[in-house]
Structures are given as C-alpha cells and as structure tokens.
C-alpha cells in the first residue's frame, strides 16, 4: 500500500480543507439540524438497517461525523473513522455539543485493523466513499474484520453506473471514465475556492478510482460475508449532477420519462 501513499496524502489534504467549507453547506451536510436534536440520515439507510438501539457500530469514512452521531441519537455505541485530521477534530466538537456518546479515530482505513481491537455488530458506510480506495479486496477484509459472527455490513453509496460520466458537462451525459476498475488513478484539478485553500493544499490534484458492482460483491463474498441483498435506486440524496432535479421527498432524480438511472445502491450482508 506504500506506493499508494502519495495520493491518500493528496487526498487527505483536500478534505483537511474541505472540512470548513462542508460545515456551511447546509443543503448536503445537515449541521444546524444535527445541533437541532435531529437525525441527518437518509430514508434509504434509516429503512434497511432498521433499529439500532443498543448496537455497536462501526462508520468508516465518517467525515465530520453526522450520520455516526445520527446513529449513537437513535441508540447506537458508535466509532468513526476517517483519514481527515480537521474531519475528526470537527467530529469530537460536535459530540460535546450534542452530549452524544461517540468515539472518533483519524487513520487511514487500511491501517485500522493495527489501531482498534474491537467487534462490531453493524459496520456502516455510505455516500462518496469508495472511489477514494484503491484496493477493494483489502477493504473488504477490513470490513469482516470488524464484525462479529452474526454482524451485518451496510453500504449506500453513489452507483459505479454513474462515474463513468463527466460531472462537470452541464447540458447532458457525457462519457469521461472506463467502468473497469484500473490501477492507475483518476486524476482531477481540486477548484479551489480561494488562494489560501490553494496554499495549504500544496497540489491541486485528488485520485479516485472505480469500483464496479461484480468487483465489490465479490470482495466481500471472498472475505466471507453473505449477501442479503443489493438494491438500485434511480434517486440520490446529493445532486451529482448539475442537470438532476430535487422531488418533494428530498431525493434528486433524472426526470426524463423515457430513462431512469441507477444512481445510488445499497447493500447488506452478514459474516457468517
């Protein structure tokens, strides 16, 4: 994984920054609800897990920490994770100030199995998380590593269907990446918003990569999970795109009558 270092560390200097300007967007990252006594959570994740009171749950890439805290007000024992120094230090202010009890750890999730020793019921993921891996073999192991005999894993997470296209492109679909997983890294020019993000980022540059549906799946079945279920979702709770419109219900949708995409999917699985 060393090799691989340099870019996690581009990347974890993005979203060291990242982390104040998330804070003040409210229309994806709920804060002043959370601090309101809310819970952020999707309907989509809030559904299939189900309750959760009196669990122990793992959230890794956690950011700032709203759906984990999210899940200790419905009940939970939770930890987080995440490889962002400013997202943790955010993550532990906004404890005290809701009075949750929540435990918070900056690492790097390929190094977690050597700085927390326990077993978890649930393991939970969600939304922008895994073009930010190069190995999904080795997360999966992570990811059954964790759990206890009996513990079930959970992700929501953008579709792969979806990465292919330019974000970008404002009139329409545009094809800009292959679906197959490739070693080598997607690089994009981060846009910085002013010349003292741009001076502490030290690079321009982030690295993503795509892991298609079969190579996730696989994974974890190879890690020794069993899959109940992968659901497909032609609704997203972000505006990936700029040509995505909002419904009453709060989701984004690609209104064109003719087509539905698959923009968002979930997954559960047991460890046997």
Not at 40 to 54: A, M, Q, R, Y
Not at 136 to 144: K, L, Q, S, T
Not at 158 to 175: A, G, M, R, S
Request: hydrophobic letters at 40%; one cysteine or more.
């Amino acid at each position: 994984m060393s090799e691989f270092r340099e870019f996690f560390e581009a990347n974890k200097k993005m979203w060291d920054i990242a982390v104040g300007r998330n804070l003040k967007n409210q229309e994806i990252y709920k804060t002043k609800e959370l601090l309101q006594g809310e819970v952020v959570l999707n309907s989509i994740e809030l559904e299939e897990i189900g309750d959760v009171k009196g669990k122990k749950l793992l959230h890794l890439q956690c950011h700032f920490g709203l759906d984990t805290l999210s899940w200790a007000r419905l009940g939970a024992e939770v930890t987080g994770i995440d490889f962002s120094s400013e997202a943790i230090k955010l993550a532990k202010s906004l404890t005290e100030k809701t009075s949750l009890n929540a435990k918070f750890i900056r690492g790097n999730i390929y190094d977690l199995p050597d700085i927390l020793e326990e077993k978890f019921d649930i393991v939970y993921t969600s939304y922008g998380v895994l073009c930010w891996l190069n190995d999904i073999n080795r997360w999966a192991e992570i990811v059954a590593h964790f759990l206890r005999p009996g513990g079930m894993f959970y992700i929501a997470e953008f579709h792969p269907f979806i990465q292919v296209f330019d974000y970008d492109n404002t009139e329409d679909f545009k094809l800009r990446h292959n679906y197959f997983f490739k070693p080598e890294p997607i690089v994009y020019d981060e846009d910085y918003s002013s010349e003292e993000e741009k001076k502490k980022s030290e690079s321009a540059k982030t690295y993503e990569w795509i892991h298609g549906i079969g190579n996730i799946i696989t994974a974890l079945i190879n890690s020794g999970l069993r899959i109940q279920f992968l659901h497909e979702f032609n609704k997203a709770p972000f505006p990936r795109f700029h040509f995505l419109n909002q419904s009453k219900d709060g989701y984004w949708y690609y209104n064109n009558p003719d087509y539905e995409l698959p923009l968002v999917y979930s997954l559960k699985a047991i460890k046997e």
